[in-house]
């Protein structure tokens, strides 16, 4: 029965209806039954919420919200149900991507997942000598230092300032990052603040819409229990950036009109910096660095 079952719910991964024959199931009687996709996310459902509060259970313990993610992969036999990616898509914002295989076709197959992971993970460290390997898995070895702010380019036009993120919080050390940024459409001189940034959820509500008055009749008295106001909108939430303290200030220039500015900032595990600010095709930089603290 387990083994039909199984098979029944792969193969309403992939259709919407699934045939069930288990020969002599109980007192030498075979049963035999169909079953449709609708029919299975019903008897489901209360498995498939337990996905769901496991999903926010795990972002609201690494104290992060639904807006930080990025992306997220589906892995494991389950990954091939259609509802669990519904849900998932319910659950995160539009700018996440969900890559689950029964609604993204580019979705890396679920069962090479932990395969793939190990030939990159080899790959990394096929050049290390073999005691380096042990020495980096031993368990008295620091954890790997990470940034506790975010670290980013502010950007000031009139009296909007705007926070774009270059290495986000708890990125491991050491890590570099380059970014290319559109310059003055008449060029000239370009100005460039790097900046600590610190992240927040912004929610605004809507607000309630007017009720509109309508002349009663005697059957509206009747069901005046039974009147519903119209759905109510939901609450928008955004990140917000908000910029901490500024960490170097760097000046490209001579840009020509409609290029980019080139910028590269490497973070040490020491928490040092090293920045270099160029036009894109030129050859002279502007270079910095910034000591720990």
């Known amino acids: 029965l387990k ?16 045939s069930l024959s288990i020969e002599s199931l109980a007192d030498g009687i075979d049963f035999g039954s169909t079953v449709n996709r609708t029919r299975y996310e019903l008897l489901s459902g209360k498995t498939f919420a337990q996905f769901t509060g496991l999903i926010e259970q795990v972002i609201q313990k ?15 036999g389950a990954s091939h149900t259609p509802k669990i990616a519904q849900l998932a898509r319910n659950i995160f914002s539009e700018k996440t991507k969900i890559l689950a295989p029964s609604t993204f076709t580019g979705a890396i197959n679920p069962a090479e997942l932990a395969p793939r992971g190990a030939a990159i993970q080899a790959s990394l460290i096929q050049e290390f000598e073999q005691e380096d390997i042990e020495q980096s898995i031993h368990p008295m070895v620091t ?3 990470h940034l506790k702010n975010a670290i980013g380019v502010e950007f000031t ?9 270059l290495l986000n919080t708890e990125t491991a050390l050491p890590a570099r990052r380059v ?5 003055p459409k008449a060029g000239g001189d370009v100005f460039i603040r790097v900046c600590e940034g610190v ?4 929610v605004t509500k809507p607000e309630p819409k007017p009720k509109e008055e309508k002349p009663k009749t005697e059957d509206d008295e009747d069901d005046s229990d039974f009147d519903s106001d119209e759905d109510e909108e939901e609450e928008i939430r955004e990140i917000v950036w908000k910029t901490e303290k500024p960490i170097a200030e760097l000046a490209v220039k001579g840009v020509k009109a409609g290029s980019k500015v080139e910028l590269m900032v490497h973070v040490n595990a020491d928490l040092g910096l090293q920045i270099t ?9 502007v270079r910095g660095a910034v000591q720990a603290a």
Do not use: C, M
């Open 277 to 285: 600010a160029r036009e894109v095709g030129g050859q002279n930089a």
């Open 157 to 165: 036009s009139g009296e909007t300032v705007e926070f774009q993120p």
């Open 143 to 145: 954890a790997t230092p």
């Open 199 to 202: 992240r927040e959820i912004k």
């Open 3 to 18: 083994l039909e079952g199984e098979g029944a719910r792969k193969t309403l991964s992939l259709g919407t209806n699934a």
């Open 62 to 76: 690494a104290g992060l919200d639904v807006l930080d993610i990025d992306e997220v992969i589906f892995a494991g």
């Open 179 to 183: 970014a290319q940024y559109d310059a």
